[in-house]
């Protein structure tokens, strides 16, 4: 079952602020809400991840609804190598040593124009 | 700082055949992690390990095995690959449950 909803792709001016939805209507109170991305060929990325409250980092900003039932990762100035398939994951923190890995959906692939 | 290294990067096996996939960390992880991406999907998990000596099944551990006979190191083996086994595998790394896990680069398998 898709714990997250999100576009299969996207396009950003580069320059501009790149702003990828998620949809995870179903999270409860223990599971945080992870950002990766993954360039072509290559490993994911970590970006950002966040529980209730909205964060920043030096890649790109975490917006999470009041309810958290939707987040939306921000590059702000982007770049022609943020172009990427981002993926939006919902982890519980507290599984007590059980399969926590991370359970990747499809992402959005995200194309940055010059 | 490597962080998380595979080896090998490519490698092509006929059917039948067997290989063993290196991961290695150096920023003393205790859980580790082996998943597969096929074209167009996502990540899936097939093993992990959370700590020397323990390996558990992910979403799809079948026709692989996998130890962790020192903390630095998972391998994953594959007794007999099938040509469904064509994949990139990717170890990742976590320093304990619930902490940020970082990926390598991968290793492309092609079983013809």
């Known amino acids: 079952d898709a714990k997250t909803t999100q576009p299969p792709s996207m396009d950003c001016a580069e320059g501009r602020a790149a702003n990828l939805p998620c949809n995870h209507s179903?999270?409860?109170?223990?599971?945080?809400v992870y950002w990766y991305r993954q360039i072509h060929s290559q490993g994911p990325q970590y970006i950002i991840h966040?529980?209730?409250n909205n964060e920043t980092n030096e890649m790109a900003s975490l917006i999470i609804t009041e309810d958290r039932k939707s987040s939306t990762l921000i590059l702000p100035h982007a770049t022609l190598r943020d172009t990427a398939v981002y993926y939006c994951?919902?982890?519980?923190?507290?599984?007590?040593?059980?399969?926590?890995?991370?359970?990747f959906g499809k992402g959005t692939h995200l194309i940055i124009q010059p | 700082n490597a962080g998380v290294t595979q080896t090998p990067k490519f490698r092509v096996l006929k059917t039948g055949q067997s290989m063993t996939l290196l991961c290695a960390q150096d920023m003393n992880h205790e859980y580790m992690y082996w998943y597969r991406q096929d074209p167009g999907m996502g990540l899936r998990l097939i093993h992990y390990s959370v700590g020397e000596g323990t390996t558990a099944k992910g979403e799809v551990p079948d026709g692989y095995n996998v130890s962790r006979l020192k903390k630095q190191n998972f391998l994953l083996g594959l007794e007999s690959a099938a040509p469904s086994q064509t994949s990139v595998y990717f170890c990742?790394?976590?320093?304990?449950?619930?902490?940020?896990?970082?990926f390598g680069e991968g290793s492309w398998l092609t079983v013809v």
């Open positions: 994951i919902v982890r519980d923190q507290y599984s007590g040593g059980g399969a926590d890995g991370l359970t």
């Open positions: 179903t999270i409860s109170g223990n599971e945080y």
């Open positions: 990742a790394s976590a320093r304990a449950t619930g902490n940020t896990i970082y």
């Open positions: 966040g529980l209730k």
